[in-house]
T-cell receptor, first 114, second 114 residues
């Protein structure tokens, strides 16, 4: 299975600021995704991080708010821009194993916006 | 878009009893149905999945059944143990797209009493 790390593991931020979350995988993978898990809630897909092209966003999520980079097949970043308390969530990256079609999640980044 | 309904939201059982969690989905094109277990403060972990070309899959004490006609699938845990206590999420891939683009159910908090 893929080993996924995220940085930071948690952060407390002031409203109006931005935070960039990093996701690193120990092997090359084609498909990477970003999910959000609001407190006590289920997981919601934010976007697919495409290598070499713009991310594909799900309904309700826009690039200006959640810009994503995918410079290579092992790394991606998600930025939460102009944060408000409603952005307080756990943000998880995930990858789809190229040979297993199984999805693995990173440990998550717990974000609190004051 | 895809809608996944999960029931019950909470489930309390005695150690050794069986637990059943059910999910219904709306998109007939969905063809991948994973179940994730999330312990408190940890990332979701895949415990079992089923693809639409099979009706049932079993892995030791865990089984998943799929009824594509009725658009529902269920997780069965037998001989429950206190370590099974966690939040369980069902999911499916709307539109039969990538196995990484998942729509999740609302989650079931399972408590196994010793």
């Amino acid at each position: 299975s893929a080993v996924i790390s995220q940085k930071p593991s948690r952060d407390i931020c002031q409203r109006g600021t931005s935070l960039t979350i990093q996701c690193q995988v120990d092997s090359q993978v084609t498909m990477m995704f970003w999910y959000r898990q609001q407190p006590g809630q289920s997981l919601t897909l934010i976007a697919t991080a495409n290598q070499g092209s713009e991310a594909t966003y799900e309904s309700g999520f826009v690039i200006d708010k959640f810009p994503i980079s995918r410079p290579n097949l092992t790394f991606s970043t998600l930025t939460v821009s102009n944060m408000s308390p409603e952005d307080s969530s756990i943000y998880l990256c995930s990858v789809l194993g190229d040979d297993t079609d199984t999805q693995y999640f990173g440990p998550g980044t717990r974000l609190t916006v004051l | 878009g895809e809608n996944v309904e999960q029931h019950p939201s909470t489930l309390s059982v005695q150690e050794g009893d069986s637990a059943v969690i059910k999910c219904t989905y709306s998109d007939s094109a969905s063809n991948y149905f994973p179940w994730y277990k999330q312990e408190l403060g940890k990332r979701p972990q895949l415990i079992i999945d089923i693809r639409s070309n099979v009706g049932e899959k079993k892995d030791q004490r865990i089984a998943v059944t799929l009824n594509k006609t009725a658009k529902h699938f269920s997780l069965h845990i037998t001989e429950t143990q206190p370590e099974d206590s966690a939040v369980y999420f069902c999911a499916t891939n709307a539109g039969g797209t990538s196995y990484g683009k998942l729509t999740f159910g609302q989650g079931t908090i399972l408590t196994v009493h010793p």
